[in-house]
């Protein structure tokens, strides 16, 4: 199956920085890439769409202002969480479709102190 | 945002026990997934399904596609303990596209 990775695996910061997340698709190109972010003992919440050389969508409510996407290649999207706050601590995944199946990267756990 | 209704939310099993769980929706979905995630890892496809009525296997793993594009079932039959994690099934409108997530079934083992 196709391969998806995430840097950094964990990351801690204080509040009010920003955090950059990469979500890399390793043996395909994808011009579309998806965020979604998981709280702790809940499901996988859709954040936005990330399209390639062109703005993200956003899911209603999620700040377009607060996480920041880029998609600059057909191989690489960012995700920055601006001045973060404890309650953007989160676990964030990525995801990448090829042959019509979502390829999921193994995460971000992300905790703002 | 819109989640599917996945029942049960947690249950046990014992080695060798059969495992059955579902997802419905009040929309229809034309693409439906099953995942399992470990702790602290991202979720990993375990079946795809892409037409009303299909069922298909994975080894131990069966799922089914319901007629009405509303709904799908996951059974896992002679359960094993690495079977324990978190399913959750997940459906789309178009193969590729965004997911919508239920809520998902934590499989524990019986103590």
């Known amino acids: 199956g196709a391969v998806v990775s995430q840097h950094p695996s964990r990351v801690i910061c204080k509040s009010g920085t920003s955090v950059k997340i990469e979500c890399r698709s390793l043996?395909?190109?994808?011009?579309?890439m998806f965020w979604y972010r998981q709280f702790p003992k809940q499901s996988l919440m859709l954040m936005a769409t990330?399209?390639?050389?062109?703005?993200?969508?956003?899911e209603q409510g999620v700040e377009k202002d607060k996480f920041l996407i880029n998609h600059a290649s057909l191989t690489l999207s960012t995700l920055t969480v601006t001045s973060a706050h404890p309650e953007d601590s989160s676990f964030y995944i990525c995801?990448?479709?090829?042959?019509?199946?979502?390829?999921f990267g193994p995460g971000t756990r992300l905790t703002v102190t | 945002g819109q989640q599917l209704n996945q029942s049960p939310q947690s249950m046990f099993i014992q080695e060798g026990e059969d495992v059955s769980m579902n997802c419905t929706s009040s929309?229809?979905?034309?693409?439906w997934l099953w995942y399992k995630q470990d702790p602290g890892e991202g979720p990993v496809l375990l079946i795809a399904?892409?037409?009303?009525?299909e069922l298909t296997s994975n080894g131990r793993l069966t799922a089914q596609f319901g007629i009405t594009r509303k709904d799908s079932f996951l059974n896992i039959s002679a359960s094993i303990p690495s079977d324990v994690g978190i399913y959750f099934c997940?459906?789309?409108?178009?193969?590729?596209?965004?997911?919508?997530f239920g809520g998902g079934t934590r499989v524990l083992v019986k103590p």
């Open positions: 399904l892409y037409k009303a009525g």
């Open positions: 043996d395909f190109q994808a011009t579309t």
């Open positions: 990330s399209n390639e050389g062109s703005k993200a969508t956003y």
């Open positions: 929309s229809i979905f034309n693409t």
């Open positions: 995801s990448a479709p090829q042959g019509g199946i979502q390829y």
């Open positions: 997940a459906g789309s409108k178009a193969a590729g596209n965004k997911l919508t």
